[in-house]
């Protein structure tokens, strides 16, 4: 292997690993930025504000959800390709293209936005007031089209960071200038809609921030350094692909993205009508399923979707890399880097879920507290009152945290579920198969109406059946996806190596979750700290055996930072081979 063929692996390497690190701690940033955002937004907007808020940004992520899901990943994927073919004029052409696309699209979808204010408050919302929120969140689906340019560009050089720091300048203009705005409506005594509307439009001001940021990022961005290991001699005069035939390109590879990120969306639409309707066939009145089915997306859903941010930055990062390495007929490689990919996934994502699933109530009482749920809902509805089979559901000392519990437990496994499908359909994308994965989204989707239309229609099961009917969506979609992988990008990763030893020492991480628990609960009277102690010792435990049963080979640590200082370390203390 030739020196600048090894120093190129070591770059893209390198790359690979700062992007996952730098998207992973930018997106629990994120999270953290937007729970320190909806605490005290309640507060101001109130139940009736949220409504015209939540109404308003519901719309606008459909919009945004069509505009910009597939076209980032299609840009990163033909900006890595063409990288790697030494093609850079053609790179240059991809992002003009893209950028004048975006354009298009961001002006048409503001404009339907802004003009149809009035339409998507009456007709969409019902909430005729929502209109003024919809008018004030419109020009953020222009900026953040224009972002999403800049983003498919950078992705596609593997440099990550100017998209991580574009995401927390949204988040903290949503929360910096969106409560101040919140703050100056209430002191100018505005209606509650009004109101809602400045606020909404701190979430306009932080993504018009971000693009400003990856705008100058672009103007003053060299791409030398990162296109070293791909230069050729006539990388800047060679002959690019029409503009007609890149166009098809970025279509062909947008448009199925974007439709499976939009099935599980608009299957979610349709399972909340019929778990509503479900929960009424068996006894329940509106206002009992709309508490119940409010409990479990309230507490159960945010927490089964965390586990997954941890995974999602690699998906990010895989596919310029995969792409690239295919373009160099670099195999090997591309297997190697997918299965770390798939391992580290799978062996970040076993604990959590295990660990959720065991401590989901100590979990959610030490984030959310022990407010009794039946006084809050009586609170705000009289009718569960009279609603007898609410009222023996929730019991006389049912708690928020007591009633989702089990919810979580039995929707914790699809968080490890969707981690797979994050990195499986990164690699059919990377092999330019992005229509598979929304076969297998269709095929999933279907089995999840369904399964919530049986399961939630009976009595002996009602709201459980709609974790588990997410459940068994994600194992229909992902072994379709694996699928898909062996056959068309011949990619079969080892039961053993990949999911067995991380298994085995998230069994034995769970039991130790539960002992620690039991143990320190009859110790120590504060529950955060039994609770934070209890998972602090799963993790040591997890954490040693992982290390002891060899789940880490030597070439896995290269995908880690500082992995071969980690690696010769941990050797020095025999805990790795």
Request: hydrophobic letters at 50%; proline letters at 4%; glycine letters at 6%.
């Amino acid at each position: 292997m030739s020196n600048k063929t090894s120093t190129g692996q070591k770059t893209s390497t390198k790359l690979f690993v700062n992007g996952v690190l730098i998207l992973t701690v930018s997106n629990i940033l994120v999270k953290v930025i937007g729970l320190l955002f909806k605490i005290p937004l309640h507060g101001y907007l109130g139940d009736e504000g949220m409504g015209y808020f939540n109404a308003a940004y519901t719309i606008y992520t459909a919009f945004f959800m069509i505009s910009t899901a597939g076209l980032p990943v299609a840009i990163s994927y033909m900006v890595s390709r063409s990288r790697a073919a030494g093609n850079f004029n053609q790179v240059k052409k991809i992002f003009r293209l893209a950028f004048w696309l975006f354009f298009i699209i961001g002006s048409a979808g503001m404009l339907a936005l802004f003009f149809g204010a009035d339409f998507f408050a009456n007709t969409v919302a019902e909430l005729p007031q929502s209109k003024y929120c919809i008018m004030a969140i419109a020009p953020t689906l222009f900026f953040v089209c224009l972002t999403s340019a800049f983003r498919g560009y950078f992705q596609g050089h593997q440099v990550m960071w100017p998209t991580a720091v574009s995401q927390l300048l949204e988040s903290l203009g949503k929360l910096l200038i969106g409560i101040l705005l919140a703050i100056w409506s209430t002191s100018q005594g505005h209606e509650t809609y009004i109101t809602a509307a400045w606020t909404i439009f701190g979430l306009t001001v932080g993504v018009f921030c971000g693009m400003v940021f990856i705008f100058i990022t672009k103007l003053l961005y060299n791409t030398n350094t990162v296109n070293a290991e791909y230069a050729l001699p006539d990388s800047y005069t060679m002959q690019t692909e029409s503009t007609k035939s890149l166009l098809r390109e970025l279509v062909v590879m947008a448009v199925p993205v974007t439709l499976s990120s939009s099935v599980m969306s608009l299957a979610n639409l349709i399972d909340l009508t019929v778990i509503s309707r479900r929960l009424q066939s068996i006894g329940f009145t509106a206002a009992g399923a709309s508490a119940i089915y409010g409990n479990y997306t309230t507490l159960a859903v945010p927490m089964f979707n965390l586990i997954p941010v941890l995974v999602y930055p690699i998906g990010y990062s895989l596919v310029p890399m995969i792409s690239a390495l295919l373009v160099q007929k670099e195999e090997q490689r591309a297997h190697r880097v997918m299965t770390s990919s798939l391992k580290t996934a799978a062996i970040l994502s076993m604990p959590c879920t295990v660990g959720m699933a065991v401590l989901a109530e100590p979990i959610l009482t030490m984030i959310y507290g022990s407010a009794n749920l039946h006084s809050k809902y009586v609170a705000m509805e009289s009718e569960l009152l009279g609603d007898s089979v609410y009222m023996q559901y929730i019991g006389q000392s049912g708690t928020s945290a007591s009633l989702a519990a089990p919810l979580l437990s039995i929707l914790a496994i699809s968080s490890f579920l969707v981690s797979m499908l994050a990195i499986t359909n990164s690699v059919l994308q990377a092999h330019k198969r992005p229509y598979l994965p929304l076969i297998s989204m269709l095929v999933g989707a279907a089995a999840k109406i369904l399964a919530s239309y049986v399961l939630i229609g009976n009595p002996n099961i009602g709201i459980y059946g709609a974790p588990i009917s997410t459940g068994i969506c994600y194992v229909i979609v992902v072994l379709f996806n694996f699928y898909f992988c062996a056959r068309y990008a011949n990619f079969r990763p080892s039961v053993r190596k990949v999911f067995l030893k991380p298994l085995i020492a998230s069994a034995l991480c769970g039991l130790t979750a539960v002992g620690a628990y039991a143990l320190l609960d009859r110790l120590i009277a504060s529950h955060f700290v039994t609770t934070a102690f209890a998972i602090a010792a799963a993790a040591v435990v997890y954490l040693v055996v992982l290390l002891l049963t060899g789940a880490l080979d030597k070439e896995d640590f290269d995908f880690i930072p500082k992995g071969q200082t980690l690696y010769r370390l941990l050797g020095k203390m025999h805990l790795v081979k």
